[in-house]
């Protein structure tokens, strides 16, 4: 695994831990801003959006996640997914 930020680990840690959606969002993308390496916020924020049927910003996320990450996998299918959704066929 690669090095990962302190400040950023902190922070999607708390994101994880956050009673309000709005503090989870805050504490992710901030961790996501801070090591962009650092795919899991990444893919969190990817999938908050999916689970909202907001296809247009789980793909936004979605195609941050690094390939490395183990999730990759599961991004692609669910960027596929989004795209479908929003018509955008040549993606």
Do not use: K
């Not at 302190?6 to 801003?33: C, F, K, P």
């Not at 247009?56 to 195609?63: D, F, M, S, V, Y």
């Not at 690094?66 to 997914?81: D, I, T």
């Amino acid at each position: 695994h690669p090095a990962v930020r302190l400040d950023a680990l902190e922070n999607y840690v708390r994101g994880l831990m956050a009673e309000s959606e709005e503090a989870r969002h805050r504490l992710l993308t901030q961790a996501a801003r801070l090591d962009e390496s650092f795919g899991a916020p990444v893919f969190q924020l990817g999938l908050h959006y999916w689970q909202l049927d907001n296809h247009r910003q789980a793909a936004t996320w979605l195609r941050r996640l690094p390939r490395e990450h183990s999730q990759f996998r599961e991004a692609q299918f669910m960027l596929g997914v989004c795209d479908l959704r929003l018509g955008d066929y040549a993606e």
